[in-house]
C-alpha cells in the first residue's frame, strides 16, 4: 500500500487515513514516499499505483521486465506434494504431444514389458504391511529401485497397483490411492528414495 507524508506536519501515513489527517491538519498537502511526488488538495486519491523499490533505487539500471526475489509467481505450489503434482502434470502434457512411438522404442517397450513379470514375482514374494501407508512407501521403494527412470505420473498408478494385487494385501485401490502422496514424503524424508530429474528434449 502507498504511504504518503504531510508537508505540514511531517507525519507519515496509509492512504486510508489521509482524508481524516486533512481535516485535522489545515495546510495539509502530501508527498509519497516512494516517488516523492507532491499532491495538494485531494490529489493523492488518484495516485492508486507507484513505482517498485527496485525501480527507485536501482534507478537507470532497472529493467521493466526483471523480476525481484521478492515477486515470486502467486501460482507456486507451496508443497512438496504440489510441486511434484505439478510436476507430474507438465510431464503428463508433454508425453500427451509427442509423436507415436518409433520403432525402436516400441521394441524397448515391449521388452520392459516383458520384464514386468519378473519384477511382480519378486514383489510378490516380500511380505507386505498391513499399515497402507507403510505399504505404499515399501511399493514407492521398490518401483524407484526397479525401475529408476519411472516418471513421476506412472509411479502412483504402479505404486496402487502393486499394494492392491500383492497376494497378502488387504489393501483397497481407494485406500492405496489417498495415501500415496503421504507415503511419498516419508519415503523421500526417510531416505528410501531419492527422484532425480531429466531435462526433456
Given at each position: 500500500?502507498?504511504?504518503?507524508?504531510?508537508?505540514?506536519?511531517q507525519?507519515?501515513?496509509?492512504?486510508?487515513?489521509?482524508?481524516?489527517?486533512?481535516?485535522?491538519?489545515h495546510?495539509?498537502?502530501?508527498?509519497?514516499?516512494?516517488?516523492?511526488?507532491?499532491?495538494?488538495?485531494?490529489?493523492?486519491?488518484?495516485?492508486?499505483?507507484?513505482?517498485?523499490?527496485?525501480?527507485?533505487?536501482?534507478?537507470?539500471?532497472?529493467?521493466?521486465?526483471?523480476?525481484?526475489?521478492?515477486?515470486k509467481?502467486?501460482?507456486?505450489?507451496?508443497?512438496?506434494?504440489?510441486?511434484?503434482?505439478?510436476?507430474a502434470?507438465?510431464?503428463a502434457?508433454?508425453?500427451?504431444?509427442?509423436?507415436?512411438?518409433?520403432?525402436?522404442?516400441?521394441?524397448?517397450?515391449?521388452?520392459?514389458?516383458?520384464?514386468?513379470?519378473?519384477?511382480?514375482?519378486?514383489?510378490?514374494?516380500?511380505?507386505?504391511?498391513?499399515?497402507?501407508?507403510?505399504?505404499?512407501?515399501?511399493?514407492?521403494?521398490y518401483?524407484?529401485?526397479?525401475?529408476?527412470?519411472?516418471?513421476?505420473?506412472?509411479?502412483?498408478?504402479?505404486?496402487?497397483?502393486?499394494?492392491?494385487?500383492?497376494?497378502?494385501?488387504?489393501?483397497?485401490?481407494?485406500?492405496?490411492?489417498?495415501?500415496?502422496?503421504?507415503?511419498?514424503?516419508?519415503?523421500?524424508?526417510?531416505?528410501?528414495?531419492?527422484?532425480?530429474?531429466?531435462?526433456?528434449?
Amino acid at each position: 500500500m502507498v504511504s504518503f507524508v504531510c508537508n505540514a506536519c511531517q507525519e507519515t501515513l496509509k492512504k486510508p487515513k489521509l482524508d481524516m489527517h486533512a481535516n485535522r491538519c489545515h495546510y495539509a498537502s502530501f508527498s509519497c514516499i516512494d516517488c516523492s511526488v507532491d499532491f495538494t488538495g485531494t490529489s493523492y486519491r488518484q495516485h492508486t499505483s507507484c513505482i517498485s523499490e527496485a525501480e527507485k533505487y536501482e534507478g537507470k539500471l532497472y529493467k521493466k521486465g526483471k523480476q525481484s526475489a521478492q515477486q515470486k509467481p502467486s501460482n507456486t505450489p507451496k508443497s512438496t506434494v504440489d510441486q511434484l503434482t505439478a510436476r507430474a502434470q507438465q510431464l503428463a502434457s508433454h508425453e500427451t504431444s509427442e509423436s507415436p512411438a518409433s520403432p525402436k522404442k516400441r521394441k524397448r517397450e515391449e521388452a520392459n514389458g516383458s520384464s514386468d513379470k519378473k519384477k511382480k514375482s519378486a514383489w510378490d514374494s516380500t511380505d507386505i504391511s498391513d499399515n497402507a501407508t507403510t505399504a505404499m512407501t515399501n511399493a514407492i521403494a521398490y518401483v524407484t529401485q526397479t525401475e529408476p527412470r519411472t516418471e513421476f505420473a506412472d509411479l502412483k498408478k504402479k505404486c496402487v497397483k502393486l499394494v492392491t494385487k500383492h497376494p497378502q494385501s488387504k489393501h483397497s485401490k481407494s485406500d492405496a490411492k489417498s495415501v500415496f502422496d503421504q507415503a511419498l514424503v516419508e519415503a523421500l524424508v526417510g531416505g528410501k528414495v531419492v527422484l532425480t530429474t531429466s531435462k526433456s528434449t
